[in-house]
């Protein structure tokens, strides 16, 4: 058997996300048979011991305390950043510079202009470049495209998305990174905003202006740090300012004539990851939840009278994007391998020399919604994405 070609992963951070990656490269060859195959050169953190601990656990060979050595190193071919918001720009920039691929985590910047640096950057070097909306990796998801791609939906006109959680309610809850511009951006509306506008342009198509309200529903926080996944409170003597939306929500009129709506919310009680949408066709509909993602609901108008409705399409067969190289039909798969499938493609395009999507382009896009929402709160009306993005 012919030895594949390895293609050697740095990856910055290793956190939440740099577990979700770790897991994703180290599985990807035990599913899928790609040209090329990921292989766990090193990981760089500050923490000596926490980077060190992170890379015995993860199965990374190699460990470095600052990111410009590992993109100084002639062993990695592929940068993968998963560190908070504030530094994707200037890693990436620097990678690019050293001719290294990247995967970087979303939003893909702190601002819009940011990320037309970050994508002139990786143009001139010739790199391929991905940024990591792993939601549309789902099977459903995938499957939702093709029957839409199909016209199975006909003329689409509506698209209602979600993303809510409940994490932030707590008043004692501290003052993480997420909760700082300076560090994050934006609040929900580029943590979680960011995914529902790829699902979108992903599935519907290009925005062409929108309207949009944020708020941030407790002001003051002890400072501190905390997992998000953890439920926990700080009894704060110091407090801090959040300068971030607790909750976003937004009008949309979309290129092709569809209309969106969607809201983001880290105060919606009872909802841990409520990544939702609708999509409404001339001549059918579909429904996706991504606390069930194996499942698509779909309406066809076509259906024979009186045994129309909606039927839920369990997405684990041969059929279904992505699904069969995992189980058996009926055997379904989780959150961890929407990563897997999105690196497969990161893969295919290193082996074939072109940016799969979603890459810099669509982050770019995607940052473009994310301000012109910004700026219609800031003016209380409509923005077109041209104004932004001219
Ligand atoms: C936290 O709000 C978070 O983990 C996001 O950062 C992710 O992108 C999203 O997938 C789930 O929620």
């Not at 549309?136 to 979600?162: E, S």
């Amino acid at each position: 058997m012919k030895e594949k070609r390895q293609i050697r992963i740095g990856m910055v951070g290793y956190k939440f996300m740099g577990k979700a990656h770790s897991h994703a490269f180290r599985d990807l060859p035990f599913y899928f048979d790609t040209d090329v195959i990921p292989v766990l050169q090193a990981i760089a953190g500050r923490d000596e011991q926490g980077v060190k601990e992170a890379a015995e656990k993860m199965g990374w060979a190699s460990y470095e305390t600052d990111w410009r050595r590992l993109i100084e190193r002639d062993d990695i071919d592929v940068i993968d950043i998963v560190t908070p918001n504030n530094t994707h720009a200037e890693i990436a920039i620097a990678a690019a510079k050293a001719g290294k691929h990247i995967i970087c985590e979303k939003p893909l910047a702190l601002t819009l202009e940011q990320s037309l640096e970050m994508l002139e950057a990786v143009k001139r070097a010739g790199v391929v470049h991905m940024i990591c909306h792993n939601y549309r990796f789902a099977p459903a998801v995938q499957f939702a495209k093709q029957l839409i791609a199909q016209g199975r939906l006909g003329k689409i006109y509506h698209i209602r998305a979600t993303f809510l959680q409940d994490w932030l309610m707590d008043p004692n809850f501290p003052l993480i990174w997420r909760l700082k511009k300076e560090v994050s951006g934006s609040g929900t509306h580029g943590d979680l905003g960011a995914h529902i506008i790829d699902l979108a342009r992903f599935l519907v198509g290009e925005f062409r202006e929108v309207v949009g309200m944020m708020e941030t529903f407790i002001k003051k926080r002890p400072l501190g740090d905390m997992d998000i996944h953890l439920k926990g409170r700080v009894e704060g003597t110091a407090w801090g300012e959040v300068d971030v939306d607790d909750a976003s929500a937004f009008l949309a009129r979309f290129e092709n004539g569809a209309l969106g709506v969607f809201e983001v919310s880290r105060f919606s009680r009872g909802n841990r990851a409520g990544n939702r949408f609708e999509i409404n066709g001339e001549r059918g509909s579909i429904r996706w939840d991504m606390e069930n993602m194996n499942n698509l609901q779909v309406y066809l108008e076509d259906d024979e009278r009186g045994l129309q409705g909606f039927r839920t399409i369990n997405c684990t067969e041969v059929e279904h994007p992505y699904a069969s190289a995992y189980w058996p039909a009926g055997h379904i798969i989780g959150y961890e391998h929407t990563f897997i499938n999105l690196l497969v493609e990161m893969m295919n395009g290193i082996a074939g020399g072109y940016s799969p999507s979603p890459n810099f382009e669509d982050g770019v896009r995607n940052q473009a919604v994310l301000e012109a929402v910004e700026r219609s709160v800031q003016t209380g009306g409509w923005v077109s994405i041209s104004e932004v993005l001219p």
